[in-house]
C-alpha cells in the first residue's frame, strides 16, 4: 500500500513535522507577526536613548525583572503604579541583538512594586542612585538586595564623577561613593520608564483609585521615599516635615509653592540638603496637591489649617511667568 504509515516512518514523520508546522503558524508566528505590525508605539512616546538602552541591559543583567514587573493590571490594587497597560506600551521593545530576544521586562514577580511609571514616580537621579547602593539607607525594611558593582569608593573622586550623597549611617568609613558608568545608564533607563497617554482611554478599563485617592496614599506613593512614612525624613539626606515651620505656618503658600515647584539649596532647621526636591505640579492636579499638603498638615503631630484645590490653583497661576 503506498500510503502505508505502519510500512513507511518517513511519511508518517513527514506528515507530523507538516502539521506541526501548520499549527504553529496559526497559533503562533501568524499572531506574532500580526501584532508586530499593528501595535505602533503610542504616538506621544519615545524610542530610548543610548545611554537608557544601555540601562535596559543593565537591568537585565542585574535580574531586576526577577522582582519588578513592568505590567500594570487593570485592578484597583495596581492603580497606584499607573494606568493599566496595554500591548502598545511595548511596541518599541524590540530583539537586543540578532542573537538575543526581546528583553523580558514584563516579570511576574512582584516584590518590589511595579515600575512602569518609576520616571514619573521617582524622577530623582540622587534618590535612585542612594536606593542601588544600598536600599535600607531610604526604605529601612527593603528586602531589596544592595547593587555595590554598580559603584566605586574613591577617596578623590576625579572630576565630572557623580558622587552620591548616602545618608552617613550607610556610608563607607573612607572615601566617597561614586556611581560607575553602568549605574548612570541604569538610572537613565529607570527615568525612561514613564507611561505615555493613551489616544483613546474611552476604550481602556481604567480601574477606579483605592489607594490614591487620599491624601496618604499620593503621600505614600509621590512623597514618603524620600520623607519617609514617619514624615521624619533622612538625616542630612532628605529634610523632616513633622514639626518643619514651613509645614506649620499658618500661612500655606510657600508649602504648596515647594510642592508645585520643587525645592534646591535651601538650609532647613540649620542643614543644607545636598538633594533636589522634583516638582510635582506637572504630575498632580490641584486636588491632589491640596490632599497631600493637608495630609503633611494634619498628621505626625503637625496640626495646622487645611486647604483647597483653590489655593493651589490660585498658588499655581501666580507663580507663572
Ligand atoms: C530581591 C528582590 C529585588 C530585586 C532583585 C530588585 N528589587 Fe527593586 N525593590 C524590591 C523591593 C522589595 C522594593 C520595595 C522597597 C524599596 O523601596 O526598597 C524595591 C523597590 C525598588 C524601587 C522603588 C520603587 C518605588 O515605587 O518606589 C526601584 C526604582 C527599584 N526597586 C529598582 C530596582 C532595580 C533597578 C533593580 C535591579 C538592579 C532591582 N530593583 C532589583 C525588590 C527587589
Ligand atoms: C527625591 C526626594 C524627594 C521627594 C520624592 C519629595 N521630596 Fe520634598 N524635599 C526633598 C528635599 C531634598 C528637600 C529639601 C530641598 C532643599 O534643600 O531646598 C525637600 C523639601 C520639601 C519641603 C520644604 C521643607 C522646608 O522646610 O523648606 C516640603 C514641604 C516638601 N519637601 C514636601 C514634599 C511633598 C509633599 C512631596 C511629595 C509630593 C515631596 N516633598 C517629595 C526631597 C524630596
Redesign the pocket.
Known sequence: MQFDLYERPALLFGLVFVVFLALSSVVAIAPALDAQEKYEPLPASEPLSPKAAHGLRVYIAEGCPVCHTQQVRSLAMDSQWGRPTVAADYARLRGMSWWQETPGVLGSERVGPDLSNIGKR?P?E??QLIHLFNPRAVSPWSVMPRFRELFTVDAEPPAGSVVVPVPQRFAPAEGKVVATERALALVAYLASLKQAPLGQPSQVNTAPSIVTGTGAGL?AV??A???QPTGEGVPAT??P?KG????NAADATA?IA??LHG????V?GGV??P????P?GDQ?DDEQIAA??NH?RTSWGNHVSTVTASDVARVRKGAAP
Open positions: 521617582q530623582s540622587a534618590w503621600y509621590n512623597c521615599a524620600c520623607h532628605f529634610p516635615l518643619d515651620p514651613l509645614v508649602h515647594t510642592v525645592a534646591e539649596g535651601r532647613i543644607k540638603y538633594i533636589t526636591m522634583p510635582f498632580l497631600i499638603v503633611e
